[in-house]
């Protein structure tokens, strides 16, 4: 689904309105048993930020989180898209289980909107996760969307350059992403509240472009 600026916001207040409140947090398994192993809780947990930090496109850096997306779409959560490189192929979505009826695509332009955007839809109870590829971001803004994502109770997937692995980050969890000549995605593990960082973490390629 596309919307402007207004319609965004007007649409997002009618989904709030029926939102879920008071849901205690979650947590959506990666689909990976060698990557819950690291994340807090088993897997991606609401009320979080998660930098993924991709060393190029392609890799399975958004296949990695179709179970968790799927699963959130199948508990009549929504999911949202914002600003994507690429709009996903419809029938790939549907391979992967999501239902096309929760999964939101909105085509923010300016750094501003795709992170207004990003906060409105984390804030919001009806959406169970965000991804977002904003074209700058600063600590607070961060911490922002962390503030929203607690109070939605929802997860927030913020793609960003690999070069900001090399700075510091309020997100709850920051993951460095690359693929070997084999295809096997290496996720390196930036920073991970309640468990050790530096610990490095492989996928099979089944798992990572399944």
Request: aromatic share 4%.
């Amino acid at each position: 689904m596309s919307a402007s600026r207004a319609e965004t916001l007007e649409q997002l207040a009618r989904l709030c309105r029926n939102g879920r409140e008071g849901s205690p947090p979650r947590v959506e398994p990666s689909g990976a048993a060698s990557l819950d192993a690291v994340l807090p809780g088993g897997g991606w947990q609401s009320g979080t930020i998660v930098e993924l930090m991709p060393m190029s496109d392609g890799i399975g850096e958004l296949r990695l989180l179709m179970p968790a997306l799927a699963k959130i779409t199948q508990s009549e959560r929504h999911v949202a898209m914002i600003a994507p490189p690429y709009i996903p192929f419809a029938p790939a979505l549907l391979r992967h289980g999501l239902r096309l009826e929760h999964f939101w695509i909105i085509r923010a332009q300016s750094a501003a909107d795709i992170l207004w955007s990003a906060e409105q839809t984390l804030r919001c109870k009806s959406f169970g996760a965000v991804l977002a590829w904003p074209s700058a971001i600063r600590d607070r803004e961060v911490r922002r969307l962390q503030l929203a994502a607690e109070a939605g109770s929802s997860i927030g997937f913020v793609y960003r350059h690999p070069s900001a692995a090399r700075e510091s980050s309020p997100a709850a969890v920051r993951l460095r992403l690359q693929a070997d000549v084999t295809g096997q995605l290496s996720i390196d593990v930036v920073k991970c509240r309640g468990a050790r960082a530096g610990m490095s973490v492989g996928i099979a390629p089944a798992l990572a472009n399944a």
